[in-house]
């Protein structure tokens, strides 16, 4: 698998990307008469044949509850939905398969923990620390809670090249900090943050962190471990993999003092009308019929990436990123928003006299996908003082030749608004 | 690409970028918020209404060329109108950019809009039909708004 995907050139690796491109079905797709450039990345990305496969097969062969069965079905299920969690441990490098946690994605991850971490630790006037270029899916989970508990958010502000200002953070970590909540990577600016710095910084204040990972793990490699999060989240869809499934990882030894989240089956140990005794890690975090199909195929997605190798696409995606920042510069009149030193393959950009949203259906009639709006960072926007971007997010099976392809779509854009 | 020129013409790109109206009204009656925060398409919308007849209307904010030109053309069209002739013309507007793709509109009908009609050809891109009706939702809301306040006025006295 490793070898068809793979080109050995000047000892350097470089994608087959041509091939790579053959095991995403939707990638030939024609779009208004046009073949697709899936510049959208950053939303969701595209599925490989190997996990469409997988999850046919689990419908076809292997359909059943999880679990609860003694027959021939429910052990196959059961044992490919922990194998799966399983390849989750050892992708991310958890300590343990009972860290892993599988939830419906990013959001319902950071919801479980901002419940379940503050209703156990969080008392009124203790503070929570997120950062000023959070998704809504890390700040409103935090705000609710912060108002349940009486707690505080803090916020550590960012420059205008969309970094954040690691002296103000210092600042804001005090005996009351219980919780830092960061992005890795931002997905509306594409900012690498300094997340292993911005976790040593809280541990040495004695504040546990959660790393929102959803920009980060298609893209990069992560060692839970090595970066020594307490908790990391993040989504299937935007690895490749299935929609409503996504992955928490939390240290054991927090995750066991912690609360559950939601009950019902599979969380328990017994039940009486009396007293209900909760199941162990990891289960006492998955209440009801999980996402099976779903686990099974994240599975398959990152058995995807492992082949193909994320120092590799990390390094490919980094010269498309590269490539693309010098054309779009070469455009008058368009601004780059998040124009950090280190930058995940994230394109935001305004143009002086169009607006994202008529750049986005310019762009679509060209058969090109980007998105455009606030994505869901509406204080990164207000930051900028703009309404929203237009942005154009990269993956491994992007190529410069769809680069150059977005910028005539600009200039047709130009054309007609100027 | 032939749909691109025909959402894009020459009078709405024109309107995006000179709007009519595009001011707060020294004296008004009516106002609310037009948002889509989907998008984030944000104006103000406000009006004086003497008895039926709309004598003065602006609005103000951010949007695309789309939200923000039917904007332009609303206001235009309906300065010193009356309320009935805004319903009509909403009601007319509605249908033309609601009209299903392929549907034929009788050539009629987009006359009676008078420039509104350029904006016939957003039915073309589903996506965009809330960008062209933003802001009669707006003044929908200012008229219905209000009219509720002065309701519990009534009930107060
Ligand atoms: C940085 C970041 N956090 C959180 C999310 C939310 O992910 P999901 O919608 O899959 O729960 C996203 C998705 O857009 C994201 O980019």
């Not at chain 1, 959001?107 to 971490?117: D, K, P, Q, Y």
């Not at chain 1, 969309?162 to 009351?176: A, S, V």
């Not at chain 1, 975090?285 to 696409?313: K, M, Q, R, S, W």
């Not at chain 2, 008078?114 to 039915?123: D, E, H, I, N």
């Amino acid at each position: 698998m490793l070898n068809n995907k793979m080109n050995i050139s000047e000892n350097k690796i470089l994608l087959d990307i041509e091939n790579i491109r053959k095991d995403f079905p939707i990638l030939s797709t024609l779009v208004h008469s046009t073949p697709l450039v899936y510049l959208d990345n950053a939303a969701t990305t595209q599925k490989p044949n190997a996990v469409l496969d997988m999850q046919n097969v689990y419908y076809k062969e292997q359909n059943a509850n999880i679990h609860r069965g003694v027959h021939h079905l429910s052990e196959t299920a059961t044992f490919e939905y922990e194998k799966a969690r399983g390849k989750i441990k050892n992708f991310i490098n958890a300590a343990d398969n009972k860290e892993i946690i599988f939830t419906a994605g990013t959001t319902a991850g950071i919801n479980l923990v901002a419940h379940s971490f503050g209703k156990t630790f969080l008392k009124a006037g203790d503070e929570v620390i997120i950062s000023a270029m959070e998704h809504h899916s890390n700040i409103v989970p935090w705000q609710m809670i912060c108002e349940e508990q009486g707690a505080h958010l803090r916020i550590i502000p960012m420059n205008d090249d969309g970094e954040l200002l690691l002296d103000e953070y210092k600042k804001l970590l005090t005996p009351k900090t219980k919780i830092v909540s960061v992005v890795y990577i931002s997905n509306s600016l594409g900012t690498i943050n300094p997340v292993k710095k911005i976790i040593e910084l809280a541990h040495h204040n004695g504040s546990k962190v959660l790393i929102d990972g959803a920009q980060a793990v298609a893209h990069t490699k992560v060692d839970v471990r090595e970066l020594d999060c307490d908790f990391f989240v993040f989504s299937g869809h935007k690895i490749f993999g299935p929609t409503g499934i996504g992955v928490l990882y939390g240290k054991a030894s927090l995750l066991e003092q912690m609360k559950p989240y939601q009950g019902g089956g599979d969380m328990i140990l017994s039940v009486t009308f009396e007293k209900t005794t909760f199941n162990d890690l990891p289960y006492k975090f998955e209440a009801g019929t999980p996402n099976i199909a779903g686990v099974i195929g994240l599975g398959a997605a990152i058995d995807y990436v492992n082949g193909i190798g994320l120092d590799a696409i990390a390094e490919y995606e980094q010269s498309l990123l590269h490539y693309g920042t010098g054309l779009l510069r070469s455009i008058k009149g368009l601004r780059l928003i998040g124009t950090a030193k280190e930058k995940a393959g994230i394109l935001s950009f305004v143009l002086e006299n169009a607006h994202p949203h008529d750049i986005g259906t310019i762009l679509d009639r060209q058969g090109i996908a980007i998105r455009t709006g606030h994505h869901c960072t509406q204080p990164v926007m207000q930051r900028f003082g703009i309404p929203a971007t237009a942005r154009a997010s990269i993956s491994f099976y992007n190529t410069k030749t769809e680069l150059d392809v977005l910028v005539r779509g600009i200039e047709k854009v130009k054309e007609i608004f100027e | 690409m032939s749909e691109l020129n025909e959402l894009y013409q020459q009078l709405i790109l024109e309107h995006n970028k000179t709007p009519r109206n595009f001011i707060k009204p020294e004296q008004f009656t009516h106002d609310a918020d037009g948002y889509n925060p989907l998008c984030g398409d944000h104006y103000h919308i406000w009006l004086k209404l003497d008895g039926e007849t709309i004598s003065d209307i602006g609005f103000q904010g951010s949007g695309c060329a789309i939200s923000k030109s039917s904007a332009s053309m609303m206001t235009s069209a309906l300065k010193g109108a009356s309320l009935s002739q805004a319903k009509e013309l909403f009601e007319k507007f509605h249908s033309v950019i609601m009209t299903k793709i392929g549907d034929e509109i009788p050539e009629a009908t987009i006359e009676e809009l008078g420039s509104l009609g350029a904006l016939a050809g957003v039915r073309e891109f589903p996506a965009r039909i809330k960008c062209a009706s933003l802001a009669w939702h707006a003044l929908n809301a200012a008229l219905t708004k209000t009219e509720k306040s002065i309701s519990t006025e009534i009930e107060k006295k």
